[in-house]
């Protein structure tokens, strides 16, 4: 059973930076992918940025490309999200998940690909 717990969301002023992280516990099969998604109001959920931690191969949505980066400690299983240049767009709740699927470069993560998810964290940006 997988477990994810996000942290490190908050309000911040447009241009501003934010760094959520995700904390993973429970059984982390190596094939697991993990990604970034998020939700604002009246939306549907949206794949922001996917990670392969086995080969380190990266994806993200066009929205976000050249301002936020994916990366995951290792040795403490912890998935980050670094959230630079942030507009009022990226308003929403952030979620993070795991699953057996692939990440393929330029194709952001699809949610329906991922089976273990976080409770959400939210990020505002005014």
């Known amino acids: 059973h997988v477990q994810l717990v996000e942290s490190g969301g908050g309000s911040v002023q447009a241009g501003g930076s934010l760094r959520p992280s995700c904390a993973a516990s429970?059984?982390?099969?190596?094939?697991?992918?993990m990604g970034w998604f998020r939700e604002a109001p009246g939306k549907e959920r949206e794949g922001v940025a996917g990670?392969?931690?086995?080969?380190?191969?990266?994806a993200y949505a066009d929205s976000v490309k050249g301002r936020f980066t994916i990366s995951k400690d290792g040795d403490k299983n912890i998935l980050y999200l670094q959230m630079n240049s942030l507009k009022p767009e990226d308003t929403a709740t952030y979620y993070c998940?795991?699953?057996?699927?692939?990440?393929?470069?330029?194709?952001?993560?699809?949610?329906?690909?991922?089976?273990?998810w976080g409770q959400g964290t939210q990020v505002t940006v005014s």
């Open positions: 998940a795991a699953g057996h699927t692939a990440v393929v470069a330029g194709f952001p993560p699809n949610p329906g690909d991922y089976a273990y």
């Open positions: 429970g059984y982390i099969s190596r094939s697991y992918c």
């Open positions: 990670l392969d931690p086995y080969d380190g191969v990266t």
